[in-house]
């Protein structure tokens, strides 16, 4: 699969650069959003080659790895959980939206700030979609109807939970440090995970075509799974969107903003939004924010500092920074813009 490199100068310079690319995707919610370049083809990952017994084969694909983090940020991965798994957790969400009424659910209305299972519905120009969050670790928390919910949905995540452990290894040894380095310092044993499951109406339905707005997520990286392909777009490093249909049995990875803050900006949090347009049925997506522990202090590491790359970023908590703007740790609502340190020439 042919992937694009960007040339090391460039990166350097949107490294040091006062506006970082962020500060220009953030800019760029008015540019037009309708230029969707699809000749940015998505790598695929196959996470059983990462662990391979072949040493060239088990290289290449940790090369492959590198090249999709640094050029990329987000990537389909294949063999890494089965597929009769996912299409079981899909299976449970769709029955938690047929099988419950809306009383039932809104039971899970926001109560307070420590909330581990929270529904909302949003239908306005900004954002359309009906929601389930939970806490998924390092305490899986689920509604207790339907009762195949909790079986399918909890099966999917220790699967995932296994791969999270596979992907901080191999992301570890491609930074060049020992495999367990992320592990431990996310803490990831007792890191903190949200589901949010989405149930996005088809466009006839819909009030505006948006069915989340542009943002990023926090943590170690995102994994993501749908019914109907369509709808979520990423835009890339070159300022493109392109459109996530992801493979049969694949799952797609965004990497997370604590990954970036880790690696100085290395490897980087994309801007994502969720479009309506193409949306003839409802559609069901799972996106699982995998985070540090929230009681881990996140900052860059001494690895990717030097004269010519100071600190990017301020460090603090997980936690302090899930809530450094104003919201509740189950939102896990991106503070990336307000961590950022300044440039100064």
């Not at 490199?5 to 650069?17: P, T």
């Not at 419950?100 to 307070?112: A, D, V």
């Not at 020992?178 to 592990?183: G, K, P, Q």
């Amino acid at each position: 699969m042919a992937n694009r490199m960007l040339g090391q100068e460039c990166f350097d310079l949107k490294n040091k650069a006062i506006s970082h690319l962020h500060d220009f995707f953030l800019n760029s919610i008015n540019s037009d959003i309708s230029a969707i370049d699809l000749c940015d083809e998505i790598p695929t990952i196959d996470y059983s080659l990462l662990f391979s017994e072949n040493h060239d084969e088990r290289a290449k694909s940790l090369e492959h790895l590198g090249k999709a983090c640094q050029e990329f940020g987000f990537f389909y991965l294949i063999n890494g959980v089965e597929q009769s798994v996912v299409e079981g957790a899909l299976k449970g969400i769709s029955d938690f939206f047929e099988l419950t009424n809306q009383e039932e659910r809104s039971e899970y209305l926001k109560k307070n700030p420590m909330d581990r299972i929270r529904w909302g519905l949003r239908s306005h120009a900004g954002e359309n979609r009906e929601y389930l969050k939970i806490v998924a670790h390092p305490e899986y928390h689920c509604p207790s109807k339907p009762a195949s919910f909790r079986g399918a949905i909890g099966e999917y995540f220790k699967r995932m939970n296994e791969v999270e452990l596979g992907l901080a290894k191999a992301i570890s040894k491609i930074l060049g440090y020992e495999e367990t380095y992320i592990e431990k310092e996310f803490k990831l044993e007792a890191g903190f995970d949200v589901s949010a499951m989405n149930l996005y109406p088809p466009s006839f339905q819909s009030k505006g075509s948006i069915g989340v707005p542009e943002h990023t997520d926090p943590g170690f990286f995102v994994s993501l799974i749908q019914d109907v392909n369509g709808g979520l777009q990423m835009l890339t490093h070159k300022g493109n969107w392109v459109t996530v249909n992801i493979p049969r049995n694949a799952i797609f990875i965004n990497l997370g903003d604590h990954l970036e803050i880790l690696s100085n900006g290395k490897y980087k949090s994309h801007i994502h939004q969720v479009i309506l347009d193409n949306n003839e049925v409802n559609r069901i997506s799972m996106a699982t924010l995998h985070g540090p522990s929230l009681d881990i202090f996140v900052a860059p590491a001494s690895r990717f500092i030097d004269e010519s790359h100071p600190p990017a970023y301020r460090g603090m908590t997980y936690k302090e920074s899930l809530e450094l703007n104003g919201s509740d740790e189950i939102d896990v609502q991106s503070s990336l813009s307000l961590l950022r340190i300044p440039f100064s020439l």
